[in-house]
């Protein structure tokens, strides 16, 4: 599994774009970049996953950088309700066994 | 309809008494897990089973014991409970396939071992 690294912390006024940084620049080819959420005491949600190219859900964008040793979670609107901890994971897809790190606790606010 | 129904969502008991919390999806996965997270907020895996065989068996305490009836379900049972067991243990699922994997976790059960 390769390490990531995010900050512990981010705010962001509701209705504002959150952006939410990971490093992982160790990452292999073969492993894809997810992101999950925590709303407190709460199990964690998928929220999207990427291997090369940008993706777009419902939910979220992810931008993977080129070289793909980092990568940014964009909530284009964030409301109160995206309050949580934002876990980025670099892991193969086959027989997986999410690693959840410290993750970044992003706080919206009014 | 729940898609990944952990009971009981809260578990409080006595230190040496054994206990079994029971996990059920209904999203027609193959595969499911146990994770721990701990006081720290640390969310670690502790098992996997793929069409009810164990295929992820992480540093876990042989008191620790999960049974899988049926790939819809995955029980986890706790024998002689220790007060450092006191956490919030979550089931989850997915599809196992040749791409990425999504897990859908459970609300959690919340241990306390007085």
């Known amino acids: 599994d390769a390490k990531t690294t995010q900050p512990p912390s981010m705010d962001c006024a509701e209705g504002r774009a959150a952006n939410l940084p990971c490093n992982h620049s160790?990452?292999?080819?073969?492993?894809?970049v997810y992101w999950y959420r925590q709303i407190h005491s709460q199990g964690p949600q998928y929220i999207i996953h990427?291997?090369?190219n940008n993706e777009t859900n419902e939910m979220a964008s992810l931008i993977i950088t080129e070289d793909r040793k980092s990568s940014t979670l964009i909530l284009p609107h964030a409301t109160l309700r995206d309050t949580a901890v934002y876990y980025c994971?670099?892991?193969?897809?086959?027989?997986?066994?999410?690693?959840f790190g410290t993750g970044t606790r992003l706080q919206v606010t009014l | 309809d729940t898609a990944v129904s952990q009971t009981p969502k809260y578990l409080v008991t006595q230190m040496g008494n054994d206990k079994s919390i029971k996990c059920e999806q209904n999203?027609?996965?193959?595969?499911m897990y146990w994770y721990k997270q701990d006081s720290k907020k640390f969310l670690k895996i502790m098992f996997s089973?793929?069409?009810?065989?164990?295929?992820i068996n992480e540093t876990v305490p042989n008191r620790f014991s999960p049974k899988s009836p049926d790939k819809a379900h995955l029980n986890l049972h706790i024998n002689s409970l220790e007060l450092g067991d006191s956490a919030v243990y979550f089931c989850?699922?997915?599809?196992?396939?040749?791409?990425?994997?999504?897990?859908?976790f459970g609300s959690g059960t919340q241990l306390s071992v007085l």
């Open positions: 089973y793929n069409n009810k065989e164990l295929i």
């Open positions: 989850a699922s997915s599809q196992m396939g040749q791409g990425a994997e999504k897990l859908f």
């Open positions: 999203l027609g996965h193959d595969t």
């Open positions: 160790t990452i292999s080819g073969n492993e894809y």
């Open positions: 990427g291997l090369k």
């Open positions: 994971i670099a892991e193969t897809g086959t027989a997986s066994k999410l690693t």
